[in-house]
């Protein structure tokens, strides 16, 4: 079975994930907004943003937020769970083949990075990469246990996901793993002037 028909069967349930009724998400998503350094972002991309429940929690800080995924299934659902926010634009794509335009300051990849075997992941870290702005924030977070479904463990995909990039923040416990990078992090005191 391919990747999207997976995914696409997945999306037959309302909230495969359990997105919207787990404490275990919420907390997660609510450490992801937390973490993020700038207050707001211009131009944000979402890897692989299923429902829509993390995309329209990140719409709120951002101008513009692009989000993608491989089901149509999981992006019919999106659409209704970013209603209210028209900054918010939804595209059917297999990454990395293919690829959006623009570059971006923010781009997530929370729970997607295992689901991509080693080479696959290696271009796509590139891609990502040549895809963020100059000061960008490339945030991945990520489930810390093996799983059937997982072609990479956590830790590999991190250390893809970086590259030469400098990290920004991380924060990890027994289940998950959040951390960001970029070529220029800034911190959030010198940003506002307090130091
Ligand atoms: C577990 S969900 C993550 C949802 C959201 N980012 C979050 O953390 O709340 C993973 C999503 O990635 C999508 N996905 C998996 N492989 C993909 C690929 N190669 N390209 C685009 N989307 C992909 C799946 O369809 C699925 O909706």
């Known amino acids: 079975m391919s990747t999207a028909a997976y995914f696409d069967r997945l999306y037959q349930q309302p909230d495969p994930f359990q997105y919207r009724s787990r404490w275990y998400e919420a907390r ?6 937390a973490c993020l350094p700038r207050q707001r972002y211009a131009n944000a991309w979402e890897l ?9 929690e990140l719409a709120a800080r951002c101008d513009v937020l692009l989000g993608t995924d491989i089901s149509s299934d999981a992006l019919a659902q999106a659409a209704v769970s970013t209603r209210e926010w ?3 634009t ?3 794509a297999s990454h990395p083949e293919e690829w959006p335009t ?4 923010l781009i ?6 295992y689901y991509l075997a080693t080479p696959v992941l290696a271009l796509l870290a590139r891609r990502l990469h040549g ?3 100059d000061d960008g924030l490339l945030l991945a977070c990520h489930w810390r246990h093996r799983f059937d479904q997982a072609r990479s463990a956590t830790a590999d995909v991190h250390l893809l996901l970086q590259g030469d990039l400098v990290e920004a923040f991380a924060y990890q416990d027994e289940d998950l793993l ?3 990078w970029s070529a220029r992090p800034t911190s959030v005191a010198r940003w506002e002037g307090l130091r």
């Not at 997660?28 to 907004?33: E, G, I, P, S």
């Not at 692989?48 to 329209?56: F, I, M, P, Q, Y």
């Not at 623009?102 to 300051?105: E, H, I």
């Open 28 to 33: 997660k998503r609510a450490l992801t907004l």
């Open 102 to 105: 623009g570059r971006f300051d």
């Open 131 to 133: 895809s963020l702005t």
């Open 86 to 88: 028209p900054q918010v």
């Open 90 to 92: 939804l595209q059917c």
């Open 178 to 180: 959040l951390q960001a």
């Open 48 to 56: 692989g943003c299923s429902n829509g429940v993390l995309t329209a």
């Open 108 to 113: 997530v990849v929370s729970e997607v990075g």
